[in-house]
């Protein structure tokens, strides 16, 4: 089993920037890896992915231009790095792996989530 810890969430005021950390352990890589988001009230929706490589990236309409993902598999950590942060990005944060390789990932594994609060 893999496990996925989010951090690095919090308060920040609208146009400021946040770098979100999901740090992967257990027995297996993470391999292909997503970032999700839900706010309150409101279905989980895909924010950002990666492969396991790197080479291959995708985001979401809502959040191109403003976030980046990366990873540094040395330590098994994926990032996503927000900027130019609007109330809208305000949510609980998720990262999910995919359990074996290829494009685009599956998400077979889930973190606890991160809280992200853009203030207007």
């Known amino acids: 089993q893999v496990q996925l810890v989010e951090s690095g969430g919090g308060l920040v005021q609208a146009g400021g920037s946040l770098r979100l950390s999901c740090a992967a352990s257990?027995?297996?890589?993470?391999?292909?890896t997503g970032w999700f988001r839900q706010a309150p009230g409101k279905e989980r929706e895909f924010v950002a992915a990666i492969s396991q490589a790197g080479g291959y990236t995708s985001y979401a309409d809502s959040v191109r231009g403003r976030f980046t993902i990366s990873r540094d598999n040395a330590k098994n950590i994926v990032y996503l790095h927000m900027n130019s942060l609007k109330p809208e990005d305000t949510a609980v944060y998720y990262c999910?792996?995919?359990?074996?390789?290829?494009?685009?990932?599956?998400?077979?594994?889930w973190g606890q989530g991160t809280q992200v609060t853009v203030s207007s």
């Open positions: 999910a792996s995919s359990r074996t390789l290829g494009w685009p990932p599956g998400y077979d594994y």
């Open positions: 257990g027995r297996t890589g993470s391999y292909g």
